[in-house]
């Protein structure tokens, strides 16, 4: 564990281990303290600063929500605005977001090899982003093709990694992956794959309405 001082280790605040580096927030100093570390583990805040961290960490998701809105809102534009429909009457709604899904992850390639992401890292990211596109897709269709609806979505995959627990240092796209694969799965086993807005299931009734025949 690293030796601090009670003065410091009253000012650092959410500090968290990494790869064996301390990393944390000095409230006093407004700057970022780093210290030599063995393991994982979490310096919590002082009592004296309970209540302004809990306004900072309100305004900080706020903040984000912002930032990481008008993020989303210039990229589905794009992809749920302009590009999805037309892939959607070429291929099938299903096929459509798959590959929508696997352009919008090699469209952030570039910015995870900057950021030393590993091949791994990346191939299970490329899972979670493209099962999320279909997720995405199918609300798309189900929402009267709401674009507003998709922004806000895609605001809340990148607010939630961010926030989890301190800028991402928790996201595993393993986990991630897998969940969101799964979920898509469901998707797709219930609803039809060309439009991905005909629940398989429905009943004649509930297809017709008042169920009198076509």
């Known amino acids: ?3 601090m001082s009670e003065t410091s280790r009253s000012q650092v605040c959410s500090t968290v281990m990494q790869g064996g580096r301390a990393i944390g927030f000095d409230n006093a100093r407004c700057e970022w ?8 583990a979490w310096l919590p ?10 306004s ?12 990481f809105f008008i993020g989303a809102l210039g990229e589905e534009l794009g992809w749920s605005g302009y590009a999805i429909d037309p892939m959607q009457n070429h291929w099938g709604a299903l096929k459509a977001s798959i590959i929508l899904g696997l352009i919008w992850a090699v469209y952030h390639y ?5 950021a030393h992401r590993s091949v791994e890292w990346i191939a299970w990211w490329t ?9 995405m897709v199918w609300l798309f269709n189900n929402t009267g093709k709401s674009v507003f609806g998709m922004v806000l979505f895609h605001m809340t995959l990148n607010v939630t990694w961010q926030l989890f627990p301190v800028s991402g240092s928790f996201f595993d796209p393993r986990v991630t992956g897998l969940i969101t694969a799964v979920i898509a799965i469901i998707v797709i ?14 009943s004649p009734q509930a297809s017709h309405g008042d169920g009198s025949p076509m």
């Open 1 to 3: 564990m690293m030796k």
């Open 33 to 40: 303290v780093t210290g030599r570390t063995r393991g994982r």
């Open 45 to 54: 805040c002082s009592s004296d600063h309970s209540i302004l961290n809990a």
């Open 56 to 67: 900072n960490g309100v305004f900080q998701s706020l903040a984000l929500c912002v930032v």
């Open 127 to 135: 899972l979670y982003t493209v099962a999320a596109r279909v997720i």
């Open 110 to 114: 570039i910015g995870l090899v900057q």
């Open 189 to 202: 086993f219930l609803w039809d794959s060309q439009t991905l807005a005909q629940f398989r299931y429905a």
